[in-house]
């Protein structure tokens, strides 16, 4: 689980890193914010998901930070846009691409 933890953590870096890099260089870097937002968000629920697995009970109690983390990371999915918007947006690029519409 924390080998899982620290892929997540690894690969939200990575998606973050190339979107910056793209809005840095004055691009708008629609499709990798919205790749970097809906990974990123789902990625840090399933590690806080693991966190409160390998704690047991101690993760669901006022006892470690760990289930209020959960509280304040769940709205993450949701700002910016819910997931689900993100990934109609990137389904409809693709299917543009695929036909051969650059817009």
Not at 15 to 39: N, V, W
Not at 54 to 74: F, H, N, Q, W, Y
Not at 95 to 102: L, S
């Amino acid at each position: 689980m924390i080998a899982d933890n620290e892929i997540d953590l690894a690969a939200t870096r990575a998606l973050l890193l190339t979107a910056c890099h793209e809005l840095d260089d004055g691009g708008r870097a629609s499709k990798s914010s919205s790749i970097a937002k809906t990974f990123a968000a789902e990625a840090l629920h399933r590690v806080v998901d693991r966190a409160t697995q390998m704690c047991g009970g101690l993760g669901v109690s006022t006892d470690l930070p760990v289930a209020k983390i959960a509280r304040e990371i769940r709205p993450f999915r949701i700002y910016d846009g819910p997931s689900q918007v993100h990934r109609w947006s990137l389904a409809k690029r693709a299917v543009r691409t695929i036909a051969g519409d650059h817009r």
